[in-house]
């Protein structure tokens, strides 16, 4: 089995105010969001192998909070391709994960985000059914020994969570 915690960041400042949208940071609530996110994570069973992440500042943020969550045990990998990357791109990137991880955090952007998540429990990622603000999560579970024979409408989706419910 593979398990899968697809992970939106948190609540970011807005293009108003940080015209350049790569280096929007978190705000307040987006890392009081992704503290309570990333405790739920940190719990999730089996324990977490792997964090990919976009490198952009919310996503690092909210990437850095689950890092300091899990003491330092993970160092997470930084894939400049899952910036606003496209659900096709981030399926590829899961597809080529090392075997030995049983558990990944996917931390990203919508709209790819929900795709990815609709797309691995449905028939495909334009049906998007999988509803993803900001901070909120998808645990899904594919049935797969290596994370090449991950492929679309192959997983469960075990949890979707968001840090409304938490607050």
């Known amino acids: 089995m593979k398990?899968?915690?697809?992970?939106?960041?948190?609540?970011?400042?807005r293009p108003e105010i940080y015209p350049n949208d790569y280096e929007r940071p978190l705000t307040?609530?987006?890392?009081?969001?992704?503290?309570?996110?990333?405790?739920?994570?940190?719990?999730?069973?089996?324990?977490?192998?792997?964090?990919?992440s976009s490198p952009a500042a919310r996503t690092a943020q909210t990437t850095q909070v689950l890092v300091a969550q899990l003491h330092g045990a993970i160092d997470p990998q930084w894939h400049a391709a899952a910036y606003l990357?496209?659900?096709?791109?981030?399926?590829?990137?899961?597809?080529?994960?090392?075997?030995?991880?049983?558990?990944?955090?996917i931390v990203g952007h919508n709209p790819g985000m929900?795709?990815?998540?609709?797309?691995?429990?449905?028939?495909?990622?334009e049906d998007v059914f999988v509803r993803l603000p900001t901070a909120a999560l998808a645990h899904v579970v594919v049935e797969a020994s290596h994370w090449s024979?991950?492929?679309?409408?192959?997983g469960q989706l075990r949890l979707l969570l968001t840090p409304k419910v938490l607050r």
Do not use: F
């Open 3 to 13: 398990y899968i915690s697809i992970w939106r960041h948190a609540k970011a400042e």
């Open 28 to 52: 307040e609530r987006g890392q009081r969001d992704a503290q309570r996110m990333s405790a739920i994570l940190a719990r999730l069973e089996p324990a977490i192998d792997l964090i990919v």
């Open 85 to 105: 990357a496209a659900a096709d791109t981030l399926l590829e990137m899961l597809k080529a994960l090392p075997d030995a991880a049983s558990h990944v955090v």
């Open 114 to 125: 929900e795709e990815l998540a609709s797309g691995l429990c449905g028939a495909s990622p």
């Open 149 to 154: 024979m991950v492929r679309w409408g192959a």
